[in-house]
């Protein structure tokens, strides 16, 4: 009899994985590759999905894009730009952050930096702070981030911080949405961030641009200026 994957919990095992030094199920192996695994670059099933994805994992792309296009749709293609940029700079901080912030986290994060942004529009100059300490921590460096782009912009800044504003409430909005349309079966509090990596790392994979916009940014955060 199987042993139960270590990964979920749920299915079976049957692939020897040579990230994990264990069996696991191929659900896992497909959708946790590259993300949750370490994949060595001789592992025969990460040869194989490259040039033939399996299907779950083309369902679940398919899925991401469905939730996260409509709400990025209307965004012009700078804040498109920044909202990557933010996306890069999010999974970065989550990756050395410690405790690691969860969606809620983010989203908290970025609402109080949009709201802060927001505010200086109308003239008033007040930091909004985050709830929690994670998201405080998250915040912080967001913020830092978007006055430095401000700051390259030269003339342009003040839009740059418009953008920012409007790319924060989508990155606000998809964290606190994913765990209700895209659970992330191992850890339902952090859906968005296991969606936001699932994407880039299919967009750093791929030779074509990601649908209906520009290529993502690979695994440094990056933005180009107007």
């Known amino acids: 009899m199987k042993a139960v994957c270590p990964l979920c919990s749920q299915r079976k095992a049957k692939r020897a994985c040579p990230g994990v030094n264990r069996e696991i199920c191929a659900?896992?192996?497909g959708t946790k590759r590259l993300t949750e695994i370490a994949c060595p670059p001789d592992c025969p099933y990460l040869?194989?999905?490259r040039v033939h994805p399996p299907a779950v994992v083309q369902r679940q792309h398919e899925r991401d894009l469905q939730f996260l296009l409509p709400r990025i749709s209307d965004l012009t293609e700078t804040q498109y730009q920044v909202f990557l940029f933010l996306q890069a700079l999010v999974l970065q901080h989550a990756r050395s952050a410690m405790p690691a912030p969860h969606d809620a986290d983010v989203a908290d994060a970025a609402a109080s930096v949009a709201a802060t942004l927001e505010t200086a529009r109308k003239g008033i100059i007040y930091e909004h702070h985050a709830t929690s300490l994670p998201a405080q921590r998250l915040a912080t460096e967001i913020g830092r981030?978007?006055?430095?782009?401000?700051?390259?912009a030269g003339a342009n800044g003040a839009r740059i911080e418009r953008d920012a504003?409007?790319?924060?409430?989508?990155?606000?909005r998809?964290?606190?949405e994913a765990a209700a349309h895209v659970p992330d079966d191992s850890s339902p509090s952090?859906?968005?961030?296991a969606l936001a990596t699932r994407l880039m790392k299919g967009a750093a994979?791929?030779?074509?641009?990601?649908p209906e916009k520009q290529d993502a940014p690979a695994d440094e955060p990056r933005i180009i200026l107007p």
């Open 190 to 193: 952090a859906s968005w961030l």
């Open 165 to 172: 504003a409007a790319a924060l409430r989508r990155v606000e």
């Open 47 to 49: 040869a194989t999905a």
């Open 205 to 210: 994979g791929r030779s074509e641009p990601a």
């Open 145 to 152: 981030s978007i006055a430095d782009l401000a700051q390259r």
């Open 174 to 176: 998809a964290a606190r």
């Open 27 to 29: 659900v896992c192996c």
